[in-house]
């Protein structure tokens, strides 16, 4: 059985450097990942009370939108956010990151990078558990020819 100890220390090792790895891909790639090329961070100067659509599922007549600020190729614009959302799922002074179309800054996507920067450190702390799961397995193993 001590050899048992060493092949499975040895497995996890290999997953938790999987699993770091993956936890580096995913994060290089939140970064990069843009449907538009302009890039600029946005604040929100305003939330306004709008009326929805007449097809919106939603009890509520009104829907709060931001108000968004940023600078787009030298040049300030301030556009109206396009989600549906009672409450307005953004604060008075938040700064958000967004990606525009340098041609028609109208056309944006705000980033939540939040999401996948808390996948990438998931997956880098599951490695990092399983790589010390490993190297205390060849402990164990080594602990059983000291003594």
């Not at 938790?16 to 995913?26: H, N, S, T, Y």
């Not at 790639?29 to 007449?54: H, K, N």
């Not at 939603?58 to 409450?87: C, H, M, T, W």
């Not at 990078?113 to 450190?121: F, L, S």
Request: aromatic share 12%; net charge neutral; with cysteine.
């Amino acid at each position: 059985m001590p050899g048992n100890l060493w092949m499975r220390g040895t497995v996890l090792v290999i997953l938790g450097l999987i699993a770091d790895v993956a936890g580096l891909i995913v994060k290089i790639y939140s970064a990069y990942i843009r449907p538009y090329e302009g890039y600029s961070e946005a604040e929100v100067v305003d939330i306004i009370s709008m009326e929805r659509d007449r097809n919106a599922e939603s009890r509520y007549r009104n829907r709060q939108v931001a108000v968004f600020q940023f600078f787009a190729d030298g040049k300030l614009v301030k556009i109206v956010d396009r989600e549906d959302a009672y409450p307005c799922p953004y604060e008075l002074g938040q700064r958000v990151r967004l990606c525009y179309d340098p041609e028609n800054p109208e056309k944006y996507v705000v980033l939540h990078g939040e999401k996948m920067r808390y996948r990438a450190i998931a997956l880098n702390a599951v490695g990092a558990i399983l790589i010390l799961a490993g190297v205390l397995m060849f402990l164990a193993y080594a602990m059983r020819y000291t003594i």
